[in-house]
């Protein structure tokens, strides 16, 4: 089946930097979803991608769908602790219906 | 507040027993999910409903089957757990058309099989 490779898997950082990760496909998809799972919780959109080339901001977080539509990366600008947790790319794929493809997951830590 | 629940947060079984995960969604959605959720290997989709007594399979449905009897409720049943089952499992909804971002996911429940 289709696949996301999200990179990197975790991510150490001191509280005040700022966050990239990042997902690949060799499929395209129709939209990008971005998603925060907090300890002992599911998943929680962030942000949501449609069209190619689309920048959206959330407050400190800045997610964008790749101009190929294979790709997607989300920026979390100067971090806090409360940022902690598990960040999930998400994709549609054109034929999918319903049929979510995720990535692996980036595990944030961050030391206060 | 919409919501997503499921029936145990934890649940500690035996091998070869036969474990029931019930989810209950109350947004009057048609679609139903059931995830297992692995370090390092995302979230995988076990099976989906899009409507009363109506299922498909997703991407590793070996070992598990589904029931949805009621509108608001799917279970996803382990006929035998084994150990490779442990995992946390997570149940999701949403309407039946729409761009993905509808998905609502309930807390998980983390199974261990011992």
């Known amino acids: 089946g289709q696949q996301l490779n999200q990179s990197p898997q975790s991510m150490f950082i001191q509280e005040g930097e700022d966050v990239s990760m990042n997902c690949t496909s060799s499929?395209?998809?129709?939209?990008w979803l971005w998603y925060k799972q907090e300890p002992g919780e599911g998943p929680v959109l962030l942000i949501a991608?449609?069209?190619?080339?689309e920048l959206t901001s959330n407050g400190r977080l800045t997610a964008q769908f790749g101009i190929t539509r294979k790709d997607s990366f989300l920026n979390i600008s100067a971090s806090i602790p409360s940022d902690v947790g598990i960040y999930f790319c998400?994709?549609?794929?054109?034929?999918?219906?319903?049929?979510?493809?995720f990535g692996q997951g980036t595990r944030l830590t961050i030391n206060p | 507040d919409v919501k997503v629940t499921q029936s145990s947060r934890y649940l500690v079984k035996r091998t070869g027993e036969k474990v029931f995960l019930e989810c209950v969604q109350d947004?009057?959605?048609?679609?139903m999910f059931w995830y297992r959720q692995d370090p390092g290997l995302g979230l995988r989709l076990i099976y989906f409903?899009?409507?009363?007594?109506?299922?498909e399979k997703g991407d590793i449905p070996e070992g598990y089957s589904v029931s949805r009897e009621k509108k608001e409720r799917f279970s996803l049943i382990l006929e035998s757990a084994s150990t490779n089952q442990t995992s946390m499992y997570l149940c999701?909804?949403?309407?039946?058309?729409?761009?993905?971002?509808?998905?609502?996911f309930g807390p998980g429940t983390r199974l261990t099989v011992t």
């Open positions: 947004m009057d959605h048609e679609n």
């Open positions: 999701a909804s949403s309407p039946p058309t729409g761009t993905g971002r509808e998905r609502v």
């Open positions: 499929s395209i998809f129709n939209t």
């Open positions: 998400a994709g549609l794929p054109p034929q999918g219906a319903q049929k979510l493809v």
């Open positions: 991608l449609y069209k190619a080339g």
């Open positions: 409903s899009y409507d009363v007594k109506m299922k």
